[in-house]
Structures are given as structure tokens and as C-alpha cells.
């Protein structure tokens, strides 16, 4: 439901409820008009009249019987009260007191909406108003009595809207006559009604008496009033409030909602109050909260007000910090720690009081060590104490030593057969236990106090700068260092253990005088073997693991060196090892550092021939092995042409398949790489190597060869281009359909036709587009129309690659494809007219379909082509 509704609408409500008088209707439709245009022609004075009598139109529907209506009204009346000029209601007080009268009734609706849409329109109404109309809408707010709704709260949110909008003042800047006049409204009106007294000195049921039920949204009036005005708030308002706040803290009533927002207040008011009444109020504190006879909830509370006043003031609150910091540190003592975990041995539940008052002493200690360090210096002793015995309470295990082996005996001798039985009756719940709090808070603190001091204050021997002390210095603390550390190296959190053996790993290295390397060079050679074992170890276990293994390549090729001994050797083995277990991670490393110039490179050679080792016949089978192998090998043949490439020539006629395809991957890898030496091996080697893999009995090794020599056209053109006619008959042979690779396949009661040599002819009709480009001059036109004219009949992709074919020979070869014109028009016509299979499915329906509009695009773009070619062949019957 929003404020926009069209003049359909506005008319239907008129005739379903007869409420409207016509003359009204048209009148706030033309004042809608008016405000939407922002313009008024030839009468300027038109724009407040329409205002003014649009409002007065509007009141009536807020009193509708229909909530709909009433929410419309609202939304009408919130538009008006936004675009309109801040005097409209300035000089009509009639109006404004009716609007005023409607909107407090409205906020007494029974309809949710309503009430909201009520609530935001007390904001634009409030800027709006002449100031003497502020307290009357004050009085008749905080006096609200709601009757129809259950919603209590909304009396108090409406006074914090009128409040939000009254001008404030501003600080550093004397206050202007609207915000005069504005508090003293605040002061006349509200103030009086917050404390629950009026000007008279009579009773009149204030927010914040305890005649009535409390909630937040009253204490959020009194916060909001002083976030706003508490700058020119007098002092004995301020001292008013206070009072008023802190006896609401000491009374019984309330929830923990409203003392939490009341703590708030009064932290807020402290900014405000002159020093005397800021010492007065800290006397008043202290002497509460020493008096030993507040209950735990009171303690807390006022014990967080010290921490919020802490935080607000820490100017002002620092010369009362040695009188309040020793009655929150009397909270966090040894003694009633120790009374609290004597009772919990007693069996008394008082866990929750007790962590409650303690987490409140943390905060709020805290807060002192934040805002206040330099007076917090002499109490840094006794802080760090208390939060180390917080930082380990645990009531869940706080049980006598006698009582844990009682335990301990009885958890022997009883069998628990039901351990999920066990857990659910001897478990701990975090709603229960609420001491991970307290704890959390310990940590806090102890983080603030570490972060507020310096190294000097926290360790009495000083700084300790690493490199510029003896380790003698840790003599002394050697013991406790040690024994603390080797205790939690064994934790069961792995994290922790992780960190113990760091900082064992540290603490050696510390003790660790510098004359123990020149002991260590003694044994530099039993060094050195158990380095070699250590490594081979580790290229094993990356062989084995494959995948798994957690060690990064350059572990291995840090052990490089330009000296060639034992030890890089042995590294070299065992990347290769690891790298046949993890191809796809350790090869491309490898691969890629050696294209770094360097010594190392016959190292890394060493590593991939390891890795080609490792790789047996059975694991080319796999796909990515494949890939890597073959990638592995080209960049062998590259770095060494002389010694690679007559084994490659050979690996392509191994009696292995796999071996074979490895081989013509990798003779195609080599083909976009620019090597002057591999140049002048390749030239020799190229052309009988096209032709042995293009003879191949396996279709498989044909299609991977019709991509290596679509390579060969892109990158090595000057090789091949005098040798097409060997070539070219290979590529025309396989781009012909061969019925004995066609067979039919039943699946249930469907058949399916397979033809296994699609794929290898796909890659043929890919080399001819590619030769059309780079070849043309050397290409059969004859031949390859042919072959197009034959594909137009075939495949899906082969029709759509030939499709490609012929648009792009008629800008090559014009007459001839005018020529074929007619047979391509054919092809088309056969395609267009087959009919789809009875049982086809949805998707080969749109499959046709947008196959049939694709040729029907492609022959348009030929005739027009031709057309623009100026061929003078006649095609009309092609058409």
C-alpha cells in the first residue's frame, strides 16, 4: 500500500463510500498536480491555498471507517506535509491544531499501518508548525492513553520523532531563535513529563514513573532528548534527569531491556553534569556499591555505569578513577573467587548471578584500562591478576582433588553401555554455562592492557632485542620456558601443538650459540647422505601419493645447485618422481624454469626424464597423462632438437597407439615455437612426419593429425605450402563419408544411427577452412567444392562449418561458386525438406528449426554477395 493512487482509484473510493464530496475530489487532485510539477502558472499564490485546502480535505478520511482509507489519507497527508513550504501552518492555526488532533488520534488505530504511517508523518508535521504549537502536540503525546492497540511502545516512539525533528543545537555555534525556542518547549513541556511533575508542581504521570509499565522506547525519549539538546540543557535539568534515571536503576521494576538503555542514559547525561554533580554522583556510586548490601543485578548495573562513564568522560572520570577502580577489582578478587567455586563444590546453583556480575567488572575494567592508561598504571599488577584468574575459570571442572579420583575409581569399575545416554545427561550447555563469556571478557582485557603499555611495563627485566643480547639472558627462565612449552605440545588442539613446536623450534634457536656451526661442519658429510636419503624418501612418497602429496616443487628446487653433487642430483630424481605421482601440478614448474637461462636446466632435464620413467605404457591411457606427457616431450625436442627429434620421428611409428598419439601431441606442441636450431631439424623432419601420421591405420591418430597440420598451416606455412599436393589427397579422403564406419545401433525401441568417422572428418573439413586462408592458391578449387557440396549434406557441424566454407568463397572465387550454384541451392533444398523422425524429441525439433533458418540466412547472404560481385550468371532458379 503506498501513498501513489490513480484517479480510477480515488473515484471508485468516492462512489463505494460517499465520502468525498466531488468539489473536494477535484480540488486534491489538481493540488497533487500542482505539487508533482513543482510549478504554479499565473498564480503564485495558488500553491499555499491548495496546500492549505488539500490538508483540510484530507483530515476528514483519517477518521474513515475503512483502515484502507485512513492509511491513503495518511500517505496523502505525508505528501503534502514533505513538498509543501516550511510556513504553511504558520498562519493557520486552526489547521495545524486540527492536524495535530488527527494524528494523535490516528496513533491510537486499531490497524498497524495505520499507526506507522501516523508516526512518519509527525516528523514533516513538526517542521511545518509555528513553535507555539509544539507543546501542545508534546502534551498530548507523553498524555496518550492507547485504547484501541496493544502496542505500548508507540506514545514514546512518537515523542522521539518530534523530538528527532525540532531544531537542535549545534556546538560551538550560539543557538539560533528556532532552537530556542525548540528547547524551550523540550524544557517546559517534555522534561517536566520525563520526570513526573509538571510546571505546577501536580503529579501528571511522567514516562518514567513507576505508576506505569516501562519500556525501552521511554528511556530512548529521554536519550534522544539529551543527544539533541543536551547542550543547553541547565544544570538542574541535567542533575533532574539523573536522578531520575538512577532511581529508576534502584527500583525493582523494569526489565533487563530498560536498565541496559538507562545505563545508557545516564552515561550519556554524564557529559553534562557540572563536576560537583559528577563528584556527588561517583560519592553516591561508590558508597552503593561498598555499602555489600546491593543484590548481584543492582551491583551490575552500577558497576557498568562506572565502565560507560569510563568510556564517555575519560577526561573528566580520570581523577576518580583510584576510588572506583578498587570496587571493581573487589569483584574480580581471589577471595570471592574462591567462596564462589566453594559453593559450586556445595552443589549451590549461583553460576549465573556470579558470571554476570564478573563479565560486568571485565567490560568495565577494560573500559578503565582503554580510556584512562595513565591512571590505570599503578592498578596494572592487580588487572593483569584478575584477568589470569578469569582467563582460566571454568565452575565445570572446579571439583576437589578427592572428588576427581572418586571419579576416577567410579568410571572404572561402571560400564556405560549408552554413551549418547551419558552426554545427554552429563553434558554442558552454552546456555547453561555462560563462563565462556567471562572468559572472553579476561582476554579482552588482558588484550587492552598489553596494547595500552609498553614492553617496559609488562617485563621487569626490560626489552629483549633479538641479535643484540646473549642468550645467556635466558638462562634463568630456561626451565619455566621449556616446561611450559613442552606441555602443550602434546594438546589435542591441533593448532596449539602447531604453535608449541614453532616456539620449541624458536627457543633452540635462541639457546643455539654461534660456535655450533663451525662443530657442525665435523659432520657436514653424514649431513649430506642423510639429506640424499631424505630426499629420495620424499620423491618417493610424492610418487606414491600422487595427488595427495603436500609438498610444493620448489622444496626440490631449492636443492639446486650450479655444482652438480649428490644432493642435487638426488633432488633432481626426486622432482621427477614426485612429478610422474603429480603431473599436472610438478610438470608445468618444471617446464616453466626451463625457460629460465641457467645451469640448472640439465638438472630439470634430469627431472623430466625421470618423469617419463615413472610413466608407465598403462598410465598414457589416461587423458591429462596424455596432455602432460606429450607437453613434456616437445619441450624436450625443442631444447635438443639433434637428439630429440629422430626419436620423435620414430615414437610415431611405435607399435603402441597411446605412444603414438603422445607423439603427434607433441609434434604438434613444438609447431608455434621459433628456435633456429629446432627450425633447421624441423624443416627436414616436418613433412615426412605429416605424411606417416596422416597414413595411419588408426582413426584416432588421423583426427589428432588433421590438427597438427592445421598447426603447421598457422605456424609453418613456409615448410609445408611446396608439399600440399603430397598432402592435400590425405585431407580429401578423410573428409569423404565411409559407409563401412556407419552402423546402426538399437537402444530399446529406438535406433540410432553412429558413425564412427565423424569425428575424424569433422577435423578434416576443419583443416580445409583453415587452408583457405593460408592455402588457397595451392587447393583444388574443383576438389574442395566437392567436398563442400557433399558436407552440406552432412552433419550438423559439418553443414555449419561448410556453410562458413562457401560464404567465404564467394568473396574468393565468385564465378566459381556462381558456378555451383545451383548444386548448393540443392543441398540446401534437401536439407530444408527433411522432415523431422516421428519420435523426436523437443530438442531436435528447435535443432531443425534453427538449422533450416541458418541455410535460409547463409544462401540470402550468398546471392547478395554475388549480386554485389556484379556475376552475371543467372540464378533466379537457385532461388
Known sequence: ???????????????????????????????REIFQNREVPHKPWAADIFVEGTIAVLLPKLTDADPDFRFMGLSDLLFVLSIGKPEILHHDYNTASRTVDYLVKTLDDQNGEVQNQALKCLGPLVKKLAPPSYGPLMEKLAALKLKNSVDT???????????????????????????????????????????????????????????????SDSIDVLIEVVSCFGPVLQPVEVEALQDGVVTLLEQDKGNSVVKKRAVVAISMLARYLSDDLLTAFIDRTTKALGSGSLNPVTRRLYITILGSMARSIPHRFGKHVAATVSLILEALGEEEYQAHMEEINDGADVGLEFNHVREAALVALEAYLASCPNQMRPFTDESIAASLRYLKFNPNYALDEDEDEEMDEDEEEEDFGNDEEFEADGGFDDDEDASWKVRRCAAKTLYTTISTRSS???LDSGVLYPKYHSSNVLQPFLPGIVEGVVSVVHDRYYKISGEAIQTAEEVVKAITPPRARLTAQNFKGDLQKLYEVIIDLLGEAGLRLGQDFPIEPSLFLQQFTNE???????????????????????????????????????????????????????STDIKDNKAVCAECVGRMVIIDPETYMPRLDALLRHDSVSLRAIA????????????????????????????????????????????????????????????????????????????????????????????????????????????????????????????????????????????LMVTKLVHIDPDETTRRLDAIADAFRATLSTPTRDNAVKQDHERQEEANKSYQRHFASQIKALQDEGSKEPYASAV
Open 456 to 458: 617496559g611495563d609488562l
Open 564 to 618: 652438480y653433487d649428490r644432493a642435487s642430483l638426488s633432488a633432481a630424481i626426486a622432482l621427477g618422481r614426485a612429478g610422474a605421482g603429480n603431473p599436472d601440478k610438478y610438470v608445468p614448474v618444471i617446464l616453466q624454469s626451463l625457460k629460465k637461462q641457467g645451469s640448472t636446466q640439465y638438472l630439470l632435464l634430469q627431472s623430466i626424464k625421470e618423469v617419463l620413467q615413472q610413466a608407465s605404457v598403462s
Open 1 to 31: 500500500m503506498g501513498s501513489e493512487f490513480s484517479a480510477d482509484e480515488l473515484f471508485r473510493y468516492r462512489v463505494d463510500k460517499k465520502m468525498i464530496a466531488v468539489s473536494a475530489f477535484c480540488q486534491l487532485l489538481e493540488a
Open 664 to 803: 603427434v601431441q607433441a609434434l604438434r606442441y613444438t609447431l608455434p615455437d621459433e628456435n633456429e636450431a629446432f627450425d633447421a631439424m624441423l624443416k627436414n623432419y616436418l613433412v615426412d612426419m605429416l605424411k606417416t601420421i596422416l597414413e595411419d591405420c588408426q582413426r584416432d591418430i588421423r583426427r589428432h593429425a588433421m590438427s597438427t597440420l592445421n598447426s603447421a598451416c598457422h605456424n609453418r606455412p613456409e615448410l609445408i605450402l611446396g608439399h600440399l599436393g603430397l598432402l592435400m589427397p590425405y585431407v580429401m579422403q578423410e573428409a569423404v563419408v565411409k559407409p563401412e564406419l556407419v552402423r546402426e545401433v538399437q537402444f530399446g525401441p529406438f535406433k540410432h544411427i553412429i558413425d564412427d568417422g565423424l569425428e575424424v572428418r569433422k577435423a578434416a573439413y576443419e583443416t580445409l577452412y583453415a587452408m583457405m586462408e593460408t592455402a588457397f592458391s595451392r587447393i583444388s578449387i574443383i576438389d574442395l567444392y566437392d567436398r563442400i557440396i557433399a558436407g552440406l549434406r552432412d552433419d550438423n557441424e559439418i553443414r555449419a562449418l561448410c556453410n
Open 153 to 215: 511502545a508507540v506514545p514514546a516512539l512518537a515523542l522521539k520523532a518530534v523530538v528527532e525533528a525540532l531544531p537542535r543545537p549545534v556546538l560551538g555555534v550560539a543557538p539560533t531563535t528556532p532552537v530556542q525556542e525548540s528547547y524551550s518547549t523540550i524544557s517546559r513541556v517534555l522534561i517536566p513529563r520525563l520526570l513526573n511533575r509538571s510546571a505546577s508542581g501536580r503529579i501528571a504521570g511522567g514516562l518514567l514513573s513507576g505508576e506505569q509499565e516501562l519500556n
